[in-house]
């Protein structure tokens, strides 16, 4: 079998300090595919000569013999196409090549690599799956089972409009099979020793004794994850241990501007535990803080968010997890045995139009419809605390948590899935079914919305471990001077437009509290119907700020 990457220039000149997750993952990936593919010829479609020195500088780096590289000009399919058996490209985007296959004649399997899901420019992408001759031997690699899902759900979307518009469903024969990402752990494994434990906690600090939360990765309300949680749970977890417990989080900032309001929220939030931010170029620690950490801490609310590199690292550095419940994170956790799990919870399908509007007419960007759409999700902090809280007691329960998520590290090795890879293209190529059919999802709620713009709470639907309903209880969690001063950070506030009423927040708030605890559907009982997408988003957004409590059995 012959299999050729096709390739776009990818590497980015990054600020600073700054590392972007797409451009790790692909080029992790043609890094392992080089050391990997069993086959000697390493066949790559170009298009550029941009992308052809790119592939050349990353094969000395990683000390591939350049021999074994052979680039196919992609400008010419007639005449590069034939003779190829599969074509994989590490995005989701299949550029033309449905369409150069049938022109050129060569009956090639391709497969793409999910990643983010979000946004118009995935939609658009995945509509290609649609509109093109697609067949069962084409695919896109999904790194987790919520990503598949988002995009059977996308093709459900798209097929409900062209429906409505043509009169006919568009079904999508491409399969969605489910591996996950590789990660070098020995290399993250060499950076804990003793001696760089020492080192950084004294740069840090920290004293022996204390006990350090670390969070790794972009520092992003926007794109990555709203810091209340985290900050909420370290202080829970320090009072009602005792201890001295420090949050330590290395990234970088997006929007620089953002750390002033990361550190005024965490000033506010934390009296007692102690919250230290990181560069990830402070030269101060060129390994990272991996050794100066004791539990890795990731609650993530974003639906940009796919899978998660950073969770596998932690294991590999040999750190306990508690991570949010959501998405990609959750396939590699088995709660209380190798790690634990928050509850997530965010509103039902049919409450997000309003959001997903923002994505027309450049009334938002990108990044600005993420934050609307991730101050709906919920993490729950008490639920994390007392998951730090049981870690920080018990010393042998750290141990024994972190030692059996090792067992997970050969599922990420890429000398194993490499070979993996290609046992599923063969069998794509053989005509075979490689992965479990997503069953059918239904029509997406009314109304129907741009194809390209779906209900982000239909189309993420899988992400949560938890769906808002009518009967879902709650009560009232905090105080008015608590609420107060957490509305107070602007970085709480910036969907505000999209809730309920200012004016009409302490009704919510004081049926609430009169009942002591409610449902939804009686809490929503004293509203008109139509009011009733602002008052699941109020919901789950009272519900990441703290104010609300879910109640459950």
Same mark, same amino acid.
């Given at each position: 079998?012959?299999?050729?990457?096709?390739?776009?220039?990818?590497?980015?000149?990054?600020?600073?300090?700054?590392?972007?997750?797409?451009?790790?993952?692909?080029?992790?990936?043609?890094?392992?595919?080089?050391?990997?593919?069993?086959?000697? @010829?390493?066949?790559?479609?170009?298009?550029?000569?941009?992308?052809?020195?790119?592939?050349?500088?990353?094969?000395?780096?990683?000390?591939?013999?350049?021999?074994?590289?052979?680039?196919?000009?992609?400008?010419?399919?007639?005449?590069?196409?034939?003779?190829?058996?599969?074509?994989?490209?590490?995005?989701?985007?299949?550029?033309?090549?449905?369409?150069?296959?049938?022109?050129?004649?060569?009956?090639?399997?391709?497969?793409?690599?999910?990643?983010?899901?979000?946004?118009?420019?995935?939609?658009?992408?995945?509509?290609?799956?649609?509109?093109?001759?697609?067949?069962?031997?084409?695919?896109?690699?999904?790194?987790?089972?919520?990503?598949?899902?988002?995009?059977?759900?996308?093709?459900?979307?798209?097929?409900?409009?062209?429906?409505?518009?043509?009169?006919? =469903?568009?079904?999508?024969?491409?399969?969605?099979?489910?591996?996950?990402?590789?990660?070098?752990?020995?290399?993250?494994?060499?950076?804990?020793?003793?001696?760089?434990?020492?080192?950084?906690?004294?740069?840090?600090?920290?004293?022996?004794?204390?006990?350090?939360?670390?969070?790794?990765?972009?520092?992003?309300?926007?794109? @990555?994850?709203?810091?209340?949680?985290?900050?909420?749970?370290?202080?829970?977890?320090? #009072?009602?241990?005792?201890?001295?417990?420090?949050?330590?989080?290395?990234?970088?900032?997006?929007?620089?501007?953002?750390?002033?309001?990361?550190?005024?929220?965490?000033?506010?939030?934390?009296?007692?535990?102690?919250?230290?931010?990181?560069?990830?170029?402070?030269?101060?620690?060129?390994?990272?803080?991996?050794?100066?950490?004791?539990?890795?801490?990731?609650?993530?609310?974003?639906?940009?968010?796919?899978?998660?590199?950073?969770?596998?690292?932690?294991?590999?550095?040999?750190?306990?997890?508690?991570?949010?419940?959501?998405?990609?994170?959750?396939?590699?956790?088995?709660?209380?045995?190798?790690?634990?799990?928050?509850? &997530?919870?965010?509103?039902?399908?049919?409450?997000?139009?309003?959001?997903? =509007?923002?994505?027309?007419?450049?009334?938002?960007?990108?990044?600005?419809?993420?934050?609307?759409?991730?101050?709906?999700?919920?993490?729950?902090?008490?639920?994390?605390?007392k998951a730090i809280a049981a870690l920080i007691e018990d010393p042998a329960l750290r141990a024994r948590?972190?030692?059996?998520? @090792?067992?997970?590290?050969?599922?990420?090795?890429?000398?194993?899935?490499?070979?993996?890879?290609?046992?599923?293209?063969?069998?794509?190529?053989?005509? #075979?079914?490689?992965?479990? #059919?997503?069953?059918?999802?239904?029509?997406?709620?009314?109304?129907?919305?741009?194809?390209?713009?779906?209900?982000?709470?239909?189309?993420?639907?899988?992400?949560?471990?938890e769906r808002l309903s009518l009967t879902t209880r709650v009560t009232i969690a905090a105080s008015p001077?608590?609420?107060? @001063?957490?509305?107070?950070?602007?970085?709480? &506030?910036?969907?505000?437009?999209?809730?309920?009423?200012?004016?009409?927040?302490?009704?919510?708030?004081?049926?609430?509290?009169?009942?002591?605890?409610?449902?939804?559907?009686?809490?929503?009982?004293?509203?008109?119907?139509?009011?009733?997408?602002?008052?699941?988003?109020?919901?789950?957004?009272?519900? #990441?700020?703290?104010?609300?409590?879910?109640?459950?059995?």
């Amino acid at each position: 079998m012959t299999i050729a990457i096709h390739y776009s220039a990818v590497r980015q000149a990054p600020k600073a300090g700054q590392v972007y997750g797409l451009q790790v993952a692909v080029l992790d990936w043609l890094r392992a595919w080089m050391h990997y593919a069993r086959q000697e @010829k390493l066949a790559f479609l170009i298009a550029d000569e941009a992308a052809q020195r790119e592939v050349l500088a990353i094969a000395r780096e990683s000390g591939i013999d350049p021999q074994r590289l052979a680039f196919l000009d992609a400008r010419f399919p007639r005449e590069n196409l034939k003779g190829i058996d599969t074509i994989f490209r590490a995005d989701s985007d299949p550029h033309d090549l449905f369409w150069q296959r049938d022109l050129a004649g060569a009956p090639f399997s391709f497969c793409g690599l999910a990643h983010a899901m979000t946004g118009r420019e995935a939609a658009a992408a995945l509509e290609q799956f649609l509109l093109a001759p697609t067949s069962s031997r084409d695919a896109i690699l999904c790194p987790s089972k919520a990503v598949a899902s988002v995009i059977a759900r996308t093709w459900e979307h798209l097929g409900a409009f062209y429906e409505k518009r043509l009169g006919r =469903a568009l079904p999508c024969a491409a399969q969605l099979p489910v591996l996950p990402l590789g990660v070098d752990t020995a290399r993250i494994a060499s950076r804990v020793t003793p001696d760089k434990r020492a080192a950084q906690r004294k740069a840090l600090g920290v004293a022996d004794d204390a006990i350090v939360l670390l969070w790794v990765g972009r520092l992003s309300h926007a794109i @990555k994850a709203h810091p209340l949680a985290m900050f909420r749970a370290a202080e829970l977890a320090a #009072k009602q241990t005792g201890r001295d417990v420090h949050l330590v989080m290395q990234g970088y900032f997006v929007p620089e501007e953002a750390k002033l309001s990361f550190a005024a929220l965490a000033q506010d939030v934390c009296p007692t535990a102690k919250v230290h931010f990181v560069a990830s170029d402070d030269r101060r620690y060129p390994d990272g803080l991996w050794a100066a950490g004791d539990i890795f801490l990731s609650l993530v609310d974003n639906m940009q968010e796919s899978f998660g590199l950073t969770p596998v690292e932690a294991i590999a550095a040999g750190l306990p997890r508690v991570l949010s419940d959501w998405d990609g994170y959750r396939d590699g956790v088995t709660h209380g045995v190798d790690g634990f799990l928050v509850p &997530t919870a965010q509103p039902p399908a049919g409450a997000g139009a309003d959001l997903a =509007a923002t994505l027309l007419g450049e009334r938002e960007s990108y990044g600005g419809y993420l934050a609307l759409t991730a101050q709906c999700v919920a993490v729950d902090a008490e639920a994390a605390a007392k998951a730090i809280a049981a870690l920080i007691e018990d010393p042998a329960l750290r141990a024994r948590i972190a030692e059996a998520a @090792k067992k997970r590290l050969p599922d990420y090795d890429w000398a194993r899935l490499i070979p993996a890879y290609e046992e599923m293209w063969a069998g794509l190529r053989e005509g #075979k079914q490689v992965a479990e #059919k997503p069953a059918s999802v239904g029509a997406p709620p009314e109304p129907l919305l741009h194809p390209h713009a779906g209900d982000p709470f239909f189309l993420f639907e899988s992400y949560p471990s938890e769906r808002l309903s009518l009967t879902t209880r709650v009560t009232i969690a905090a105080s008015p001077d608590e609420m107060q @001063k957490t509305m107070a950070h602007q970085i709480n &506030t910036l969907a505000s437009g999209f809730m309920i009423p200012s004016a009409e927040i302490p009704k919510f708030l004081g049926v609430t509290a009169q009942q002591r605890t409610l449902s939804l559907g009686e809490l929503f009982s004293f509203w008109p119907e139509a009011a009733r997408p602002a008052l699941w988003r109020t919901t789950a957004w009272f519900l #990441k700020l703290g104010f609300l409590r879910l109640v459950r059995d």
